[in-house]
């Protein structure tokens, strides 16, 4: 027999464990709708990466969808571009008239941002509201080039002020 306490433990715990969870933070398996598609497509091309999680995938494009109602058809507009240009490469955008059209430009920049800071809107300090949206923290692919040597900030994987030794990585580069 569960007692009120420990029941109201394993809640919590079960709440917060969902809540952190990227993968049963959204209980709703992707859809493979055109939109998601375009998305995760354009997304490997503007990361540069071979695979991307199919959940973050979702999300990022819901959360840019929720920003602004016109980011599907400016996604399906930048998409369009990039076909008709021939680009396969992330790299072949810099300087590209795609990245230097207002729109197109824009558009690509926010799913880079959506990726690689792990939320979409614009933080304002100082405000308890904005037009900000979580998308990923652990998954945020900005703590990918030091994960190596650093923890993602909030997890630690040593003991009481294990960053005050250098890692050994560091040593070594």
Same mark, same amino acid.
């Given at each position: ?41 354009? !997304?490997?091309?503007? %990361?540069?990466?071979? @695979? *991307? +999680?199919?959940? =973050? $995938? ?7 969808? &929720?920003?602004? !109602?016109?980011?599907? %058809?400016?996604?399906? @507009? *930048? +998409?369009?571009? =990039? $076909? ?7 790299? &072949? ?81």
């Amino acid at each position: 027999m569960l007692s009120r306490r420990q029941l109201l433990k394993s809640g919590a715990y079960l709440t917060g464990f969902a809540a952190l969870n990227p993968v049963l933070s959204w209980a709703v398996p992707p859809s493979q709708s055109s939109d998601t598609s375009a998305f995760y497509q354009l !997304s490997l091309m503007l %990361t540069g990466r071979k @695979q *991307l +999680s199919q959940v =973050i $995938t979702q999300r990022a494009l819901h959360c840019l969808s &929720e920003e602004d !109602s016109q980011f599907p %058809t400016q996604m399906q @507009q *930048l +998409s369009r571009a =990039i $076909t008709a240009a021939g680009i396969t490469q992330t790299d &072949e955008l810099n300087g590209h008239q795609i990245m230097l059209d207002a729109a197109t430009g824009a558009t690509a920049r926010k799913i880079v941002s959506a990726w690689y800071l792990g939320f979409t809107g614009t933080p304002v300090s100082l405000r308890a509201v904005d037009n900000t949206r979580f998308v990923t923290y652990t998954d945020a692919m900005m703590y990918t080039p030091t994960l190596d040597a650093t923890v993602i900030p909030t997890f630690s994987r040593g003991h009481t002020n294990y960053w005050t030794q250098p890692p050994a990585t560091i040593k070594n580069d």
